[in-house]
């Protein structure tokens, strides 16, 4: 069992056409929404990419150096349904995921891809040598992704487990009083270890989430488009602010 496996099969099971990601990069004048299957989709290539042509094994980690983005959350699933340990120090990682404006900081590092953030999941131009681009990489690969067994005590973090990287997440929902009803907004960063990502997918929950310098003065109208119930990091008079 890995993280992705535990906390996005029960939703893909029980509605995969429901929306799970909605993104807006309020710089780019955008919007995004995944549904829970477009969203394994985007993670299963994406684990698929790094087991066959980074050759990732369970227990290898990898460092994963990007804003929150819908993209972000297809990278982060791939990586954990492989069995990977997502970090965000890229030394001594098997492989690093970054945007590219964080590519300077990886000179010497072997195995180096850039995602491009791009609303539409574009590729990025220009890229160094020897600097991988995720995008028109891992669109070759498939759609579906068995894993290999990974244990228990296998690491999901460098200092928690599988089954402890799930555990909190579902009793941090519940923490939270969060339902498969929720619509919870965040404009800020998520933790290293997915939250607020993985406490709302724990809960059937589904998250939007704002970045590039967010308009916070059309937040409560975007609440009320998107039908929000809570918030993460931001108040918006009539929705409760979650801690």
Same mark, same amino acid.
């Given at each position: 069992?890995?993280?992705?496996?535990?906390?996005? !099969?029960?939703?893909?099971?029980?509605?995969?056409?429901?929306?799970?990601?909605?993104?807006?990069?309020?710089?780019? !004048?955008?919007?995004?929404?995944?549904?829970?299957?477009?969203?394994?989709?985007?993670?299963?290539?994406?684990?698929?990419?790094?087991?066959?042509?980074?050759? $990732?094994?369970?227990?290898?980690?990898?460092?994963?150096?990007?804003?929150? =983005?819908?993209?972000? $959350?297809?990278?982060?699933?791939?990586?954990?349904? +492989?069995? %990977?340990?997502?970090?965000?120090?890229?030394?001594?990682?098997?492989?690093?995921? +970054?945007?590219? @404006?964080?590519?300077?900081?990886?000179?010497?590092?072997?195995?180096?891809?850039?995602?491009?953030?791009?609303?539409? *999941? *574009?590729?990025?131009?220009?890229?160094?040598?020897? $600097?991988?681009? =995720?995008?028109?990489?891992?669109?070759? =690969? *498939?759609?579906?992704?068995?894993?290999?067994?990974?244990?228990?005590?296998?690491?999901?973090?460098?200092?928690?487990?599988?089954?402890?990287? &799930?555990?909190? %997440?579902?009793?941090?929902?519940?923490?939270? *009083?969060?339902?498969?009803? @929720?619509?919870?907004? +965040?404009?800020?960063?998520?933790? %290293?270890?997915?939250?607020?990502?993985?406490? &709302?997918?724990?809960?059937?929950?589904?998250?939007?989430?704002?970045?590039? =310098?967010?308009?916070?003065? /059309?937040?409560?109208?975007?609440?009320? /488009?998107?039908?929000?119930?809570?918030?993460?990091?931001?108040? $918006?008079?009539?929705?409760?602010?979650?801690?």
């Amino acid at each position: 069992m890995t993280v992705t496996d535990a906390l996005l !099969g029960p939703l893909l099971r029980e509605d995969p056409a429901r929306p799970r990601i909605t993104h807006y990069d309020d710089g780019a !004048g955008t919007r995004v929404e995944l549904s829970g299957a477009t969203l394994a989709n985007w993670a299963a290539k994406t684990a698929n990419w790094l087991r066959d042509e980074l050759d $990732v094994q369970p227990g290898d980690p990898v460092a994963v150096l990007l804003p929150p =983005h819908w993209q972000s $959350v297809g990278v982060l699933l791939g990586a954990w349904w +492989c069995g %990977a340990v997502v970090t965000e120090d890229p030394g001594g990682a098997v492989a690093v995921l +970054c945007s590219a @404006d964080r590519l300077a900081e990886m000179d010497g590092l072997d195995e180096v891809a850039a995602v491009s953030l791009h609303p539409l *999941g *574009g590729s990025v131009p220009d890229l160094p040598p020897g $600097v991988r681009d =995720h995008a028109s990489e891992v669109r070759v =690969h *498939g759609d579906n992704f068995t894993p290999v067994p990974v244990p228990g005590s296998a690491p999901a973090t460098p200092t928690r487990t599988v089954t402890a990287l &799930v555990d909190a %997440a579902r009793a941090r929902a519940a923490e939270l *009083g969060l339902t498969a009803e @929720d619509r919870v907004l +965040c404009t800020g960063a998520w933790s %290293a270890e997915g939250g607020p990502l993985l406490p &709302v997918l724990a809960a059937g929950a589904a998250l939007v989430q704002i970045t590039g =310098h967010p308009d916070l003065s /059309q937040l409560a109208r975007r609440c009320a /488009q998107e039908r929000v119930t809570a918030t993460v990091d931001v108040p $918006v008079e009539g929705i409760r602010t979650l801690p």
